[in-house]
C-alpha cells in the first residue's frame, strides 16, 4: 500500500514563495494523476489542482491558478506544489493525494493521503 508524505510546509510572508513536496514510498506515483488539496482554518478541504500522470496535463483552482504551480519527477516519485505570490487566504493543511477514480476535483476520488503540511501565510 502506498503511502504519501508531504514536507517543505512553514511561515512565509505574504508576496513569498514555498515549495511543498509529496513523496510516495511502498508504492508508485507514475501510473496516477495525483491532486494537491489543502485545508484552511474553519474551512473545509478543497482542491488546489492536479497533475496527469505524465506532467502534459495540469489543472488548478481559479484562486490559485498563475500563483502556484504543480510538477512531478516520476523517477524520484515525488510531486511538488510550487507557492508563489502567496496570499493570505492561502495559510491552509496541504495534502496530497494519489487518484483512484471518479470526479478528478473531489477529495473522494483520491484513496491515499498524506498527513498534510502546514502553511502559513503572515502579514
Known amino acids: 500500500q502506498v503511502q504519501l508524505r508531504e514536507s517543505g510546509g512553514g511561515l512565509v510572508q505574504a508576496g513569498g514563495s514555498l515549495r511543498v513536496t509529496c513523496t510516495a514510498s511502498?508504492?508508485?506515483?507514475?501510473?496516477?494523476?495525483v491532486g494537491w488539496f489543502r485545508q484552511g482554518p474553519g474551512k473545509g478541504r478543497e482542491s488546489v489542482g492536479y497533475?496527469?500522470?505524465?506532467?502534459?496535463?495540469?489543472y488548478y483552482v481559479d484562486s490559485v491558478k498563475g500563483r502556484f504551480a504543480i510538477s512531478r519527477d516520476n523517477a524520484k516519485n515525488m510531486v511538488y506544489l510550487q507557492m508563489n505570490s502567496l496570499k493570505l487566504e492561502d495559510t491552509a493543511v496541504y495534502y496530497c493525494?494519489?487518484?483512484?477514480?471518479?470526479?478528478?476535483?473531489?477529495?473522494?476520488?483520491?484513496?491515499?493521503w498524506g498527513q498534510g503540511t502546514q502553511v502559513t501565510v503572515s502579514s
Open positions: 493525494a494519489r487518484y483512484e477514480s471518479g470526479n478528478f476535483g473531489v477529495a473522494s476520488s483520491y484513496h491515499y
Open positions: 511502498g508504492g508508485s506515483l507514475s501510473s496516477n494523476v
Open positions: 497533475i496527469s500522470r505524465s506532467g502534459d496535463t495540469l
